[in-house]
């Protein structure tokens, strides 16, 4: 809940604290907070700095490859903006005061990154046009409903994703002032995930079954939203060079890694209200979308099933932009 005016100062924080300020994870919680401050950087002088170094955005870059490369960032730095008001809304709403500065912490690294890449992508020629799949995905989780739903939007899927689409670009070689500015992001972001981590389980602890399964439910509309907005940009990763199963693959591997660590320190029980992309049919949906081999080692069926998703996934993702 955000705290009102007439109710504050809000007694059961400092109560709350009290009762867990000895255990490991609030120590990690408050942390966090810590290194956002240590790790701190000036986005807008690094990017002046590198674009003295290097030259303009986009100097070098083949047309295509500089309207493919504003095509992606451009929904990043919309995510950024989305990262920054949930973040926001996160550190408003949670009342444990390690976990608030953590995420406080967090509200300064959004902004800084939206700010940065906001004006790369102006320098570089801003793609005007969001596809109505992203865009439903970022409002999606802007307008969720509860403190344990943003977190799992948050940390669990728009942080993860970051991390991977950062580092893609950064190691790619198309820009040399991404290789450089793209791996600031990639720490921000790596550390933001921690407290969902950390302070999460806490809120699923809490849940009624009913409460658990609208926040799995949520979990997995997020989940199915962000593979069809995959669909939408995969002529752009193809052109820009990425391997788009080595993205994916390390994306599930994170989450699978962050959801194991949640169990190790809460117990098997967090798992009624989040899903796991490696488990179940996730790997099946992975070599499907994304085949060992290529789309060229595949059966006919295949390649045609694949192609017509593709197709319809672009022409819905038009239809509603």
Partial sequence: ???????????????????????????????????????????????????????????????????????????????????????????????????????????????????????????????????????????????????????????????????????SLGESGICPILSELLPYFERDESRHVGLGVMFLPRLIQKMTPAEARRTARFHTECILLLMASGFSFRDDFEKLGFDQRKMATRVTKMQDDVLREMIERHGRRVMRAVVNPRDGFGPKVLDFIHPPGGLDSVPTWHRGVHRGATRAIAVLDRAFS
């Fill in 1 to 167: 809940m955000k705290f009102s005016a007439k109710a504050f100062p809000p007694k059961d924080m400092f109560a709350e604290r009290a009762e867990e300020d000895a255990t490991t994870k609030t120590k990690r919680l408050e942390r966090l907070y810590d290194l956002t401050r240590e790790f701190a950087w000036d986005g807008p002088a690094l990017l002046a700095e590198l674009i003295e170094k290097h030259g303009a955005p986009g100097s070098g870059m083949s047309a295509e490859v500089r309207t493919r490369l504003s095509r992606v960032l451009t929904v990043l730095m919309w995510g950024e903006l989305a990262a920054w008001n949930i973040s926001a809304d996160i550190a408003l709403e949670i009342e444990d005061l390690d976990a608030k500065m953590a995420a406080t912490g967090q509200v300064f690294d959004e902004a800084r990154h939206f700010r940065v890449l906001s004006a790369y992508v102006r320098e570089l020629g801003m793609d005007p046009e969001m596809g109505a799949l992203p865009r439903t995905l970022l409002r999606k989780v802007l307008a969720a409903p509860t403190l344990a739903t943003k977190l799992v939007g948050m940390q669990l899927l728009f942080e993860t994703n970051a991390v991977v689409l950062f580092h």
